[in-house]
Each structure stands twice: as structure tokens, then as C-alpha cells.
């Protein structure tokens, strides 16, 4: 049932983002304010703020390749923050934001008003005519000043709300006198970092956990380690350990009767990103659940045991996920979910 709910929250989530639409190293010195007419979303952040808000970047902000209205700065320690700008067409883009909001906010029974972020007690104001939070996000924020748009996502960095509004007041101040930014001119040095991190997309997740350090962890395997049923087609992202099914006490052991437990690499850039929307559309849809099943109130997911990881938590499918620098990596089992853990712990111990 849980996985259920929060197979439809994803839903929701994916439906409400189709409607709705953002990484710098160096200093400031070169970014000297423009006029009006740049449509450029880079142009209206200063480095400095965002080096201040969410740590060192990796190299100057960039356009995305395939979305000319966001601007993406990249840190050192692979988390990313995204600028979208929009000049005109800021009120269709508001009522789309909000149109998703009627959606996710009724799968998450979220009070909201015009002004007040989603969060209890978090209230923003500022330099806009109307500011939301981005549907089914933990982290993103919409405004409107006039016709003009401008939205910020911070999903997997450590800024507060506090300091995302801070963010985005600068932005809306910079619309009608940008900064002399080019976010062209970025894009060379992140296709680099990207092919650089696209090595580990090729990465054999068997070669993480070798057959004896999986067996002197979960006992002794059926067979040896594979990349899945040939049927399926193997994947070398996916890893798969079998172990014995206890039987009772003389019964016949059935045939092919195992335990699987299987480690998959889920993702290779934007893994703290994706962590953490993992965890609001995971912790949401407890959460809902406890509201219509029981009436409760909303309780924190509980402290996952401190490892190897960078972060550590719950996953769809059931069992673990796992960030370690910019990859993501998933446990999930048929079998004894602390000795998955644990082999969740030797994997990512493994990745450089």
C-alpha cells in the first residue's frame, strides 16, 4: 500500500511538473550590470551570492543545453542549483505553478496561501507580486512580478528557506538591469565535468562487492553474483547476490527457492538532487497515509545509521538509497534488510 501511494504521488508529481519549468566558479569581477534586453537567466545572480548560499563552485554558471530558460550552477561537491528566468509570460507560467499546486496539494493535504510557503511557520516576503512553492518539491520557488517570472530550485544543497528567498529577491532585482553574465559562455567547461562523470554511467556494479565479501555478509551464496536474468537482459548497473532460503526443519528445500538481494546504480550526476526529491515524495506519502488511515499528524522519517555515504535513506522500491558524491546508488532485497544495508555499506565504501 505504501508503495502504491507513493507511486501516485510520483504521478502527480511528474503530471504537475510536465506544467512547470536552473551551476559557477570565479568571482564577480567581470560581471558588470547590462540593460533590459538580456533573456539571459545566468544574468541575474552574482557568483559571489551563490558561492555564499550553497559553497564553492565546480565552473561558471551555464545554460542548460536543451532548456534555454534555466540556468544551472554546479558545486564542488556535485550538488546544483538552477535558475529559471522568464520576461514576459510570467503569468502563464504562475498559473500553470498553480494549477500543479491544486493537484500535489490535495495528494499531500497541504494548507497554503498566497504569500505563505508550504512549510508550517516558513513565511517569505519580499519584492514579488505572488511566490509559491513548486509543485510536489521540496525545494523550488516560484514568483511573479509583473508579467516576468523567476524560479529557483535548490533540491539536494544545504541552503535554507531563508536563503533561497534571499536568492530569489536578488534575481527579481536584477530583471530590469542584469548582470553582464553569459551563460553561453559556461557551457564548454560543464560538458567536460559531464563527460568526465559519464564514465560511471558505464560502471559494473558486481565489480563493487566481490562474491566473498557479499558471503562473509549475508552467508554463504547460492550462486555467484549476476547482472540479472538473461531473459531480462543483463545490466551491468544492476548486481544481483542469492542466498538460500531457510527451510523448517526437515522439509525438502524447494528448487531455485533463494533470497535476492540486488544493488543498482540509479544515478551518476545529479544523485543528491535526486535523493532528495526521493525522500519528500517517499516522506510525504507516509505521511498521507498516516492522515487517512489514522488521523495522525506528520512525524520525521527516523536517523538512519551514520556510514560511508554521504547520505543514506529509504528508496521506492523498499530498501535503501544511497549518495555518494555524484552517485546514486539503490539496495533492494527478498532477504534480511541489515545485512542489505550492510551490503549497501560495502558497495559504497567501493566507488571512488
Not at 77 to 104: C, E, H, I, P
Not at 142 to 149: E, V
Not at 251 to 276: C, G, M, N, S
Not at 288 to 305: C, F, H, N, T, Y
Request: aromatic share 6%.
Amino acid at each position: 500500500m505504501r508503495t502504491s501511494l507513493v507511486t501516485c504521488l510520483t504521478l502527480v508529481a511528474a503530471s504537475a511538473a510536465a506544467c512547470v519549468s536552473g551551476k559557477s566558479g570565479g568571482t564577480s569581477t567581470d560581471q558588470q550590470t547590462g540593460d533590459a534586453t538580456s533573456t539571459d537567466p545566468c544574468s541575474l545572480l552574482d557568483t559571489t551570492e551563490v558561492i555564499a548560499a550553497v559553497g564553492p563552485l565546480s565552473g561558471p554558471p551555464y545554460i542548460q543545453p536543451y532548456e534555454n530558460d534555466v540556468c544551472e550552477y554546479d558545486t564542488k561537491d556535485y550538488r546544483r542549483l538552477l535558475v529559471t528566468a522568464d520576461w514576459s509570460g510570467g503569468k502563464m507560467s504562475m498559473k500553470m505553478t498553480n494549477f500543479g499546486r491544486q493537484l500535489t496539494d490535495k495528494a499531500l493535504e497541504a494548507k497554503t496561501q498566497t504569500g505563505i510557503v508550504l512549510k508550517p511557520g516558513d513565511t517569505l516576503r519580499g519584492n514579488w507580486d505572488e511566490i509559491a512553492m513548486a509543485p510536489m518539491s521540496c525545494c523550488g520557488l516560484d514568483a511573479l512580478q509583473g508579467d516576468r517570472h523567476v524560479g529557483l530550485d535548490w533540491t539536494g544543497t544545504r541552503l535554507t528557506l531563508a536563503g533561497a528567498g534571499a536568492l530569489i529577491t536578488s534575481a527579481i532585482k536584477r530583471l530590469d538591469h542584469p548582470l553582464g553574465i553569459n551563460g553561453e559562455a559556461g557551457k564548454p567547461a560543464a560538458q567536460q565535468r559531464l563527460a568526465a562523470m559519464a564514465q560511471d554511467s558505464a560502471l559494473d556494479v558486481c565489480t563493487l562487492v566481490s562474491a566473498s565479501d557479499a558471503a562473509a555478509i549475508l552467508g554463504p551464496l547460492s550462486k555467484p553474483p549476476d547482472h540479472g536474468p538473461p531473459q531480462a537482459g543483463p545490466k551491468a548497473r544492476s548486481c544481483y547476490y542469492y542466498t538460500p532460503m531457510p527451510v523448517v526443519a526437515g522439509a525438502p528445500q524447494p528448487p531455485d527457492a533463494v533470497f535476492t538481494y540486488e544493488i543498482d546504480l540509479k544515478e551518476w550526476r545529479d544523485a543528491h538532487a535526486t535523493f532528495a526529491s526521493d525522500q519528500f515524495i517517499i516522506g510525504n506519502g507516509v505521511n498521507g497515509m498516516r492522515r487517512q488511515l489514522m488521523g495522525a499528524d506528520s512525524v520525521a522519517p527516523p536517523a538512519e545509521p551514520s556510514g560511508p555515504w554521504d547520505d543514506l535513506g529509504s528508496s521506492v522500491s523498499g530498501g535503501y538509497e544511497a549518495v555518494k558524491g555524484p552517485i546514486l546508488l539503490t539496495a533492494s532485497a527478498m532477504g534480511d534488510h541489515d545485512k542489505l544495508r550492510t551490503l549497501l555499506a560495502k558497495a559504497v565504501t567501493a566507488l571512488k
